[in-house]
C-alpha cells in the first residue's frame, strides 16, 4: 500500500520520492505565482498581459524536455552494445 500511494508514481517518471517531492514543489510554486500574477492582472489589466501563458509555456517547456531525456537514456540503454 505504502510502494503503490508514495513510490510507485515517482519511479514512473524516473524519479525517487525525494527528487519527486522537489519538481512538484518547485513546478507548484511556479504556478502559483503565475496565478497569482494572473489574479492581479485581472484587477490591474495593464500589468502582467502574458504571465499566464508564459507560465504554462515554460512549464510544459521543461516537462517536455524532461521526458524526451528520459526516453532518449531508455533508448541509449535498450540499444547499448557491450563489448568486453
Known amino acids: 500500500m505504502f510502494r503503490r500511494l508514495f513510490l510507485d508514481h515517482p519511479k514512473s517518471v524516473g524519479e525517487s520520492y525525494t ?12 504556478m502559483m505565482w503565475g496565478g497569482l500574477r494572473c489574479w492581479l492582472h485581472a484587477f490591474l489589466p495593464f500589468l502582467f498581459k502574458t504571465a499566464g501563458s508564459d507560465t504554462v509555456s515554460a512549464l510544459h517547456a521543461e516537462l517536455v524536455t524532461k521526458r524526451n531525456a528520459a526516453r ?12 568486453i
Open 19 to 30: 527528487e519527486h517531492f522537489g519538481v512538484a514543489s518547485r513546478f507548484g510554486m511556479k
Open 72 to 83: 532518449a537514456a531508455q533508448t541509449q540503454m535498450a540499444t547499448v552494445e557491450y563489448v
